[in-house]
C-alpha cells in the first residue's frame, strides 16, 4: 500500500513560517505529511480524539477572537438574524429557488463553534500569516476517526478565494485512510463574512448554509462524498455559529 507520506510528495512540499502563534493543532497533534496541488495546501494530522474536541471548549485562539471582534462591531452575529438577512436579500433580488432551503435552516439548531472548529481557525490563520477577517477565503477540513480511537486531519488550506477546490492530493489520502478502516466522520468547512456592501443592505454572508444543487456548490460535494467516501456528517461554520448535518439530510438541501 502506497503510504500517506508518499502520496503527498505528488505535491510540492512546502515550509510552514512560524510568524503567528503556532496553533493547539500544531502544538499537539503530529502532522505526518504536507503538500500542495495547484496552489491548494493539504495538510496531515494525527491524534487521538477526544470528546471535548466537539463541544464549545474555552481555548486560546487569538486570531479567532480577533476576527470575531471585528465581525461583531459591524453586525449582530446571531445566526437566524444572519439567515433571515441574506434570506430577504436573496428574495428582494429574485434568488427565489434558494427560499425553500433557507425556511428549511431556520428550523434546525445552531450550534456554537466547537473546539475543534475553534482550533481549525487558528490553524489556518498560522498557515495564512494574515488576520481571518482580511482573508476572504475558505478552509476545509475532513475529520476521521480510527478503529482504536484515532482522529486524522486532512486540511485543505486555500488563500485565493471563497471556495475549498478538491484535488487529487485530498482524494488519494482519505482513500489511503478508509482502506485502512477509518471513517469519514466529518466534513468542516467556514462562510466568511464579506463587508464591502453593509452600508446599503447589501449581503455580507457569513451564513451557515450549504451553497449549490444537487450537484454542485457544497450540497453537491455533501452528496458525493456521502455515496463515495461515506461522508457521515458535514458541517458549515462562520467563526461563531455552526449549522451540523447529517448524511442521512444531505438531499433535503
Given at each position: 500500500m502506497i503510504s500517506i507520506k508518499n502520496l503527498l510528495i505528488m505535491g510540492s512540499i512546502l515550509g510552514l513560517a512560524f510568524t503567528a502563534q503556532a496553533s493547539f493543532i500544531s502544538d499537539n497533534m503530529k502532522k505526518v505529511a504536507e503538500g500542495s496541488e495547484?496552489?491548494?495546501?493539504v495538510s496531515v494530522y494525527e491524534t487521538q480524539d477526544q470528546p471535548f474536541y466537539y463541544l464549545p471548549t474555552s481555548v486560546n485562539n487569538p486570531a479567532l477572537e480577533d476576527m470575531q471582534a471585528e465581525i461583531s462591531s459591524r453586525t449582530s452575529v446571531d445566526p437566524y438574524y444572519l439567515l433571515r438577512r441574506q434570506?430577504?436579500?436573496?428574495?428582494?433580488?429574485?434568488?427565489l429557488e434558494v427560499l425553500p432551503r433557507f425556511e428549511f435552516v431556520l428550523k434546525q439548531k445552531i450550534y456554537e463553534i466547537s473546539f475543534l472548529e475553534k482550533s481549525l481557525f487558528e490553524l489556518y490563520a498560522e498557515k495564512l500569516q494574515i488576520k481571518l477577517?482580511?482573508?476572504y477565503s475558505e478552509f476545509g477540513a475532513n475529520i476521521l476517526h480510527g478503529p482504536r480511537g484515532e482522529l486524522v486531519i486532512i486540511f485543505i488550506s486555500n488563500s485565493k478565494d471563497a471556495t475549498v477546490p478538491d484535488t487529487a492530493l485530498r482524494r488519494n489520502v482519505l482513500k489511503a485512510y478508509l482502506e485502512k478502516g477509518f471513517h469519514f466522520k466529518i466534513h468542516i468547512h467556514n462562510h466568511p463574512f464579506a463587508f464591502n456592501g453593509?452600508?446599503?443592505?447589501?449581503d455580507i454572508a457569513g451564513t451557515p448554509i450549504p451553497s449549490g444543487g444537487s450537484s454542485y456548490g457544497d450540497v453537491g460535494a455533501y452528496r458525493s462524498?456521502?455515496?463515495?467516501y461515506r461522508l457521515e456528517n458535514a458541517w458549515i461554520t462562520n467563526g461563531f455559529s455552526t449549522l451540523r448535518m447529517e448524511a442521512s439530510d444531505f438531499s433535503k438541501y
Open positions: 495547484n496552489g491548494v495546501q434570506r430577504d436579500i436573496f428574495f428582494k433580488v429574485g434568488f477577517f482580511k482573508s453593509e452600508s446599503d443592505g447589501g462524498e456521502s455515496e463515495m
